[in-house]
């Protein structure tokens, strides 16, 4: 009984929180009839920002970090695979 009350204030409060959320509906741009214009409609937004910010520079650095991360985590556990098999699981 006592759980049933919490949980009712806690959806009463949640449902007014949702009420002060005003209603939007998205650009025509974004809901178009196929995907592809949806995007294409973003990138020749985004596209002009270039001139600020190195979109290359950050899908090429972002790249090599996801490389890395990946390559460290394959060797990881090339290691621990290599452990286990000569015995060295250290676990009693």
Do not use: C
């Amino acid at each position: 009984m006592i759980v049933e009350a919490i949980l009712d204030a806690l959806q009463t409060v949640l449902r007014w929180i949702i009420g002060l959320i005003p209603s939007w509906s998205p650009p025509s741009w974004l809901t178009d009839s196929t995907i592809s214009n949806g995007v294409t409609g973003i990138t020749s937004k985004v596209g002009v920002m270039g001139a600020w910010f190195p979109f290359a520079l950050f899908l090429t650095v972002g790249a090599a970090v996801l490389a890395f991360h990946t390559a460290w985590d394959v060797v990881g556990l090339i290691l621990r695979l290599y452990g286990r098999i000569r015995g060295g699981g250290g676990e009693s």
